[in-house]
């Protein structure tokens, strides 16, 4: 069998702050380990005089007094005995007043009581140490504090829930069955065991490897919804990149006039298609110009436009597809970036001739930026090629991680080369199913090695 990588439970007991900095209403020093109620029984005085250290799990009233008997703060004390806990073992919540100084003095204050200061990350990954949940959930615990819109937020908790851990276990069970009765019989040649490259084998192999490459076609969509995406509208000036920027964005933001050479900088907002977070830039209508600042914006749109994940390329309506338009589709287009042919003004001109253009584009929009006339079908054209063409939903089974993907990658090579040769002796299967059942316990964190967990969890913030 795979050998489980064997992982010590911690002794000794962390502390931190686990608000904000800044000023607050409240702020909260946490601590988590065996010693949490011994050192909060020093600092804390109750007002009714209870001795917590053998107190149930609630929330109690009192002063945090320093060693002199100097009032602190006056707190709620919040006892959560272990397990029922965030970290699985005794954990004591200080709710003092928000501000820094009520919160470092008293996590000075049970620092010299025997706390060590938590690393970034510890109190989940003693969550995940001890059991509670396993990586793919802490990681979501992180992806949950960081959503930047409601639709990452539901992604995020999908994977909190357990829906990708159960998704990679239902994969795992019948590797491990499969492992398990290949080795019996390598082990007792002599026995008469039962045929085990059986052709029902080869189907649920078949099957699982499936299972594994559709999931694979999902990593672009949690990522998406994780870190969103750069979209940079892009065209000759004056065919109403502003004007499609402000309507994008539903607000006045950037300088429209008729003068061909208005927008000189680059212009960034955050805005939200369809739950994918989106970085949406202008740019500098792009030409030859004399000019140096209009220059300057046009060298700027250019690196934009390297960095993107999509273009626009807005066009006119009213103009049939110009020599220079034509240059400028054929530099877009040889970006390697997904470009769309937005043709705007559609006020103007209804029905304009496209023939000219091709099909060389991701996808081609007429739109109005000044009715506001099919920009909800260049909203739903952008988000169905930003997730890469599949309609996918924030709360289905998603990968959300670069390390996931790779480790997926790996089982789903390992279970192809398996089945590739599958009549090959039980000790060629056997050494392909362990690899893929090591792979898939990294992305759980049952195989994941000591020095990626530690990467993994310095990500988080100091005190969750
Ligand atoms: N009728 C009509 N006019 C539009 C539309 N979109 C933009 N315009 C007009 O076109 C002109 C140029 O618009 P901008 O949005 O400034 O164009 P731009 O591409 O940003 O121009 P530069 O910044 O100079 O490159 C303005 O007079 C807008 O009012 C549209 O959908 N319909
Ligand atoms: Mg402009």
Same mark, same amino acid.
């Given at each position: ?17 686990? %608000? ?42 009192? &002063? ?9 703060? &006056? ?28 919160? !470092? ?65 239902? $994969? ?14 390598? +082990? ?13 084998? !080869?189907?649920?192999? %078949?099957?699982?490897?499936?299972? $594994?490459?559709? =999931?694979? !076609? ?9 870190? #969103? ?33 208005? %927008?000189? @900088? ?24 004399? @000019? ?26 009213? +103009?049939?597809? %110009?020599?220079? @338009? ?6 877009? =287009? ?12 559609? +006020? ?36 169905? !090629? ?5 309609? $996918?939903?924030?709360? @289905? ?8 993907? *790779? ?10 080369? =398996? ?7 039980? &000790?060629?299967?056997?050494?392909? =199913?362990? *690899? ?9 964190? &049952? ?15 100091? #005190?969750?």
């Amino acid at each position: 069998m795979t050998p489980p990588v064997t992982r010590t439970t911690p002794e000794d007991t962390i502390a931190a702050v686990s %608000t904000p900095p800044g000023e607050g209403a409240i702020g909260i020093v946490r601590l988590s380990g065996p010693d949490a109620l011994r050192i909060a029984a020093v600092v804390f005085h109750s007002s009714s005089g209870l001795d917590i250290r053998t107190a149930r799990s609630r929330i109690y009233h009192g &002063e945090i007094r320093a060693d002199d008997g100097e009032p602190l703060d &006056e707190v709620l004390l919040h006892i959560m005995r272990a397990p029922h806990s965030y970290t699985r073992e005794d954990v004591v919540e200080v709710n003092a007043h928000g501000g820094a100084g009520p919160l !470092q003095a008293i996590l000075e204050l049970v620092l010299r009581k025997g706390a060590r200061l938590a690393e970034p990350g510890e109190f989940t990954k003693r969550a995940f140490l001890n059991g509670r949940i396993d990586l793919v959930q802490a990681e979501a615990v992180i992806d949950r504090i960081r959503a930047r819109t409601r639709a990452g937020l539901r992604a995020a908790n999908a994977a909190a829930s357990g829906a990708l851990s159960q998704a990679i276990a239902s $994969m795992r069970e019948p590797l491990l069955q499969a492992l398990a009765r290949i080795e019996a019989s390598v +082990d007792f040649p002599e026995e008469d065991l039962p045929e085990l490259v059986t052709p029902e084998l !080869q189907t649920t192999l %078949t099957t699982i490897a499936a299972r $594994m490459e559709t =999931l694979l !076609q999902t990593s672009d969509a949690g990522r998406l919804y994780r870190e #969103g995406a750069a979209v940079t509208i892009a065209g000759r000036p004056n065919v109403g990149k502003s004007s499609l920027f402000n309507a994008l964005l539903r607000d006045a933001r950037a300088i429209v006039t008729a003068r061909p050479g208005t %927008t000189r @900088d680059l212009l960034e907002e955050i805005i939200t298609i369809q739950g994918i977070p989106v970085r949406l830039s202008d740019t500098a209508g792009l030409r030859h110009s004399d @000019d140096e600042v209009e220059r300057i914006g046009v060298d700027i749109a250019r690196s934009a436009l390297g960095a993107a994940d999509a273009v626009l390329f807005v066009v006119e309506a009213t +103009d049939p597809a %110009t020599p220079e @338009d034509e240059t400028l589709a054929a530099d877009l =287009l040889a970006l390697e970036v997904p470009v769309f042919l937005v043709i705007n003004k559609t +006020d103007l001109n209804p029905a304009p001739a496209l023939g000219g253009w091709g099909d060389r584009f991701s996808a081609t929009c007429l739109v109005s930026a000044q009715s506001g006339d099919g920009l909800h079908e260049l909203e739903a054209a952008l988000a169905k !090629q930003l997730l890469g063409g599949v309609s $996918m939903n924030p709360s @289905d089974v998603l990968l959300n991680r670069v390390h996931q993907r *790779d480790s997926l990658r790996r089982a789903h090579q390992a279970l192809t080369h =398996l089945l590739a040769d599958f009549g090959a002796s039980p &000790e060629f299967l056997s050494i392909d =199913l362990r *690899d893929a059942l090591a792979a898939l316990g990294e992305i759980t964190g &049952e195989s994941t090695a000591e020095d990626v967990l530690d990467r993994i969890f310095a990500s988080f913030c100091i #005190g969750k």
